[in-house]
């Protein structure tokens, strides 16, 4: 868990960036739930600030954000194309511009929808691997059974060319990587 900070809270575009391999994907919890790899929001099930994840049954990699629109309960959710295979490393990334989310597989763009709203705010920590519910840990509803690696977040929705470059470049690609 990452506490919160001030620059968390003032994001108008932003980009969501992970290494991943699922060892499964419903570890406990049931499998309409959805596995969060990263994650920022009091009420991560219901109203996210945002999040970076997976669906526990369809195996579809999944990029939420929440806006401040409708008193702070309006967001966005776009999900992948490609299901994702446990045992095997995928690099994850979900921008927001303020006008569109977009979720990358491996650097390709599989998803984009329209959506607009400023992102809320709500000065909840950032998690890796699992959920929160109303500032408690919410059991393993939302956990994640996953090896997770090179988080990064920025302040901005990154280009697809830059998206490309995180996939293809260092710290060494976890393909090869001793398991």
């Known amino acids: 868990m990452l506490s919160n900070h001030r620059l968390f809270e003032e994001l108008n575009g932003l980009t969501l960036s992970i290494w991943v391999n699922l ?3 419903a570890p406990r919890g049931y499998g309409n739930e959805h596995g969060y790899l990263v994650n920022k929001g009091k009420d991560l099930w219901w109203n996210p600030a945002w999040c970076l994840g997976y669906g526990k049954k369809s195996g579809r990699a999944l990029f939420t ?3 401040e629109k409708s008193q702070g309960h309006a967001k ?3 999900t992948s194309q490609t299901k994702l295979t ?3 490393w995928y690099h994850l990334a979900g921008t927001y511009d303020g006008k569109h989310a977009s979720i990358y597989v491996n650097g390709r763009l599989e998803s984009r929808i329209p959506y607009k709203g400023k992102i809320r705010r709500d000065k909840a920590p950032i998690i890796l691997g699992g959920g929160n519910l109303n500032n408690t840990g919410f059991g393993n509803h939302f956990t994640t059974n996953a090896h997770i690696d ?4 920025y302040n901005r929705a990154l280009a697809p060319a830059e998206i490309i470059r995180l996939y293809d470049s260092p ?3 976890p ?4 398991r």
């Open 171 to 173: 710290p060494p690609r």
């Open 23 to 25: 060892n499964s994907y």
């Open 65 to 67: 954000v929440g806006t």
């Open 150 to 153: 090179g988080f990064r977040l």
């Open 76 to 78: 966005c959710r776009v």
């Open 86 to 88: 446990p045992g095997k």
């Open 175 to 178: 393909e090869s990587r001793a």
